[in-house]
């Protein structure tokens, strides 16, 4: 084995290999090592003590807290020089539809041809609906579990389609993955097949508080009711095999809607290559969080009724994501010469209410999506004390193996000593859990970096800025400036995996994009 020799320079950041078979890196040029350097713990420090204050009430999307954060962010991209993204200023503004649903008001009532089943309201959970309804004898179709595949060939216009609740305690990060992709196809599918009604049985499980949903346009306003029945017996039913028909009686009240004018906040860097500077590469975050205990509901993970403390500050989740995303910037705005690439700083809303932020953004770019080279989104940087153990020095990537992105990231790691790596249970399960698969599914290499997967006050209301590691969050943050310059300024934009079958659906969305571009 040929040896290996490493010498730190004194130059500061610069750390280079020396192997028989390897060039010798290039140097740093100055004007990135002054860059990282300007990155500073303090700043995140001062940022996130006000972004994550009880002042903005958890951020919530729609809210007051949530709109002064983002006058907030656009404060800082101004202070930074960079040029206006938005519509409006920095403002990418969307109106939307809030929609309050109400608890049910009458029982819900299952006919057999020898019995009937009456379930009181209080163990009926609305989950969506459009509007009011009366359900009066409809045909109940059963299925075995929530997949599409299991839709092929029915009528169920009219019907209402019956499933018990997915089951992902204990199974693996890739399966619950899986699961959840399932589970979101097999609703879209009867959404889209004129089923009259959507209901999953749940057992032993306290109830969740009626939804509330937000909307990007009026049309996803017209919902099909779902709902969640709490019963082991009509459980135990349907998990018997039976031709048994079954009808159903409902009386599904309207839901309470206002409209909500929400903002993504976005910066550029415009590029300094007459071509390249046509495309570009995002750097993102989402700013909200999930408000106060009245505003949380099934979101909350970690909340007492009994606690003083009613605020979901989102410190780690996602203000350290947002105030990483300012500080990069901060230090990037005046470096000279400028990347080739344009580099597009963005702070998204909503990511707590589906990741609406990323999605509105992604039917809404700045720049095409056909020149969007990749997109670097931030989340959980903050927190060291993981569940998995202390987290110090590492960062981790979702779609460790699906594109070239994490190649960037593990160069710029190992040049300033933190370790770059793929955690085997999150890397795959995270991926569809973040503002990346909004992109990701339009065609863009985008991976979420994270320190912490899960953590203690993980949507509790102790995630607070307190708690935080600034040094090492600063750290983490100059591995991601390193690697979004590196990025920007490489002639060759980063690709999927084709090797990685899981990376098929992105490499399809690519060649879309790039098709319905020209």
Same mark, same amino acid.
């Given at each position: ?233 009509? =459980? +135990?039913? %349907? *998990?018997?095999?039976?031709? @048994?028909?079954?009808?159903? &009686?409902?009386?599904?009240? !309207? ?13 550029i860097l415009r590029g300094s290559d007459p071509v390249l500077s046509k495309t570009a590469v995002l750097l993102t975050a989402h700013y ?47 470096i000279q010469p400028r990347p080739k690439r344009s580099i597009v700083f963005m702070a998204f809303f909503g990511e707590e209410r589906g ?14 999506? =056909? +020149?969007? %080279? *990749?997109?670097?989104?931030? @989340?959980?940087?903050?927190? &060291?004390?993981?569940?998995? !153990? ?129």
């Open positions: 084995m040929q040896k290996l020799v490493r010498l730190t320079i004194a130059a500061p950041f610069l750390l280079l290999a020396v192997h028989s078979n390897e060039p010798v890196a290039a140097p740093m040029p100055i004007a990135v090592r002054q860059a990282l350097a300007a990155i500073s713990a303090d700043e995140l420090k001062g940022n996130l003590s006000f972004l994550a204050s009880d002042a903005l009430q958890g951020r919530y999307t729609p809210s007051p807290g949530l709109d002064v954060a983002a006058e907030f962010i656009a404060s800082k991209f101004r202070a930074a020089g960079l040029e206006p993204g938005g519509e409006h200023d920095y403002f990418q503004e969307a109106e939307m539809v809030d929609r309050r649903l109400p608890n049910l008001e009458k029982s819900l009532t299952v006919y057999m041809s020898d019995r009937k089943m009456r379930f009181p309201a209080a163990d009926i959970a609305l989950k969506a609906s459009g509007q009011a309804r009366r359900f009066d004898h409809i045909p109940v179709v059963i299925l075995p579990e929530a997949d599409a595949n299991q839709l092929k060939g029915l009528d169920l216009k009219g019907k209402a389609v019956l499933v018990p609740d997915s089951d992902w305690d204990q199974s693996s990060g890739e399966e619950r993955s899986v699961g959840f992709r399932k589970l979101r196809a097999f609703e879209r599918a009867v959404a889209s097949s004129g089923a009259a009604a959507a209901i999953t049985i749940v057992r032993h499980k306290q109830m969740a508080s009626p939804a509330r949903l937000l909307f990007t346009d009026e049309a996803a306003a017209e919902r099909t009711p779902a709902l969640s029945i709490r019963s082991d017996e009509l =459980a +135990k039913l %349907v *998990a018997t095999p039976t031709r @048994e028909k079954m009808t159903l &009686t409902a009386e599904i009240p !309207g839901p309470n809607d206002t409209k909500a004018a929400v903002k993504n906040v976005i910066g909200d969080h999930i408000g106060t205990v009245e505003t949380a509901g099934p979101m909350s993970m970690h909340s007492s009724p009994n606690s003083a403390d009613r605020i979901y500050n989102g410190a780690n989740d996602d203000g350290s994501g947002t105030v990483s995303v300012i500080e990069v910037a901060r230090a990037l705005a005046n990741e609406l932020g990323s999605q509105f953004y992604g039917k809404h770019p700045v720049f095409p999506v =056909a +020149k969007t %080279v *990749a997109d670097l989104n931030l @989340e959980q940087l903050g927190r &060291t004390d993981s569940t998995n !153990g202390l987290q110090t020095n590492n960062a981790s990537v979702t779609g460790f193996d699906y594109s070239d992105v994490t190649g960037f990231l593990e160069r710029a790691g190992a040049r300033l000593g933190v370790r770059v790596y793929q955690d085997t249970d999150a890397s795959d399960e995270y991926f569809t859990r973040s503002d990346n698969e909004a992109l990701a599914e339009q065609g863009v290499p985008a991976h979420t970096i994270a320190v912490a997967f899960d953590f203690p006050d993980y949507h509790g209301v102790g995630d607070e800025w307190q708690k935080i590691d600034y040094e090492n969050m600063a750290k983490v943050d100059r591995m991601v400036l390193l690697a979004l310059f590196d990025i920007a300024n490489s002639e060759r934009a980063p690709n999927w995996n084709a090797q990685n079958p899981k990376t098929e659906r992105f490499r399809n969305g690519r060649m879309s994009s790039v098709n319905g571009s020209q």
